[in-house]
């Protein structure tokens, strides 16, 4: 048997493997043709970073919760339910935050902010999925 564990890291794996070659390669891109300095290359890897791993434990997290077992097909499952809707849905509304609350202060520790409550956010949401949802999950 598999444990919810390892289900949950490979499900979080499958969404990070686009994720993750992607933020690097336009990082790098960015980098070379905006002339950032290393706080901002560093910046622009972490804080998207942190987005995905956000929605890629929330989407395992919605979908713990609405799982749907009677599908016809793998496209319903997959791209058309309405997990997909909400998790893409909150994923835009999360990523407006920073830009709607646009603080007066230094980018730089505008961006530590960002950076730290993504991090406890993903700290949190981890520990739950790990705890109540791997109970959850049994149960299921």
Not at 21 to 34: G, H, N
Not at 49 to 67: C, D, E, R, T
Not at 89 to 100: E, Q, Y
């Amino acid at each position: 048997p598999v444990s919810p564990k390892e289900i949950y890291g490979s499900k979080m794996l499958v969404s990070l493997t686009v994720a993750v070659p992607t933020i690097i390669f336009s990082t790098i891109l960015l980098s070379i043709l905006m002339h950032f300095d290393l706080v901002n290359i560093i910046f622009l890897i972490i804080v998207p970073l942190l987005y995905s791993i956000f929605m890629a434990q929330f989407g395992l997290w919605v979908n713990l919760y609405n799982h749907e077992f009677d599908w016809s097909s793998e496209v319903r499952c997959i791209k058309q339910s309405p997990v997909v809707f909400i998790v893409i849905f909150t994923g835009f509304i999360i990523s407006l935050v920073p830009m709607i609350i646009n603080v007066n202060i230094e980018q730089n520790i505008y961006l530590l902010i960002t950076t730290l409550i993504l991090l406890l956010v993903n700290i949190l949401l981890n520990i739950f999925i790990r705890t109540k949802g791997s109970r959850y999950f049994v149960k299921i």
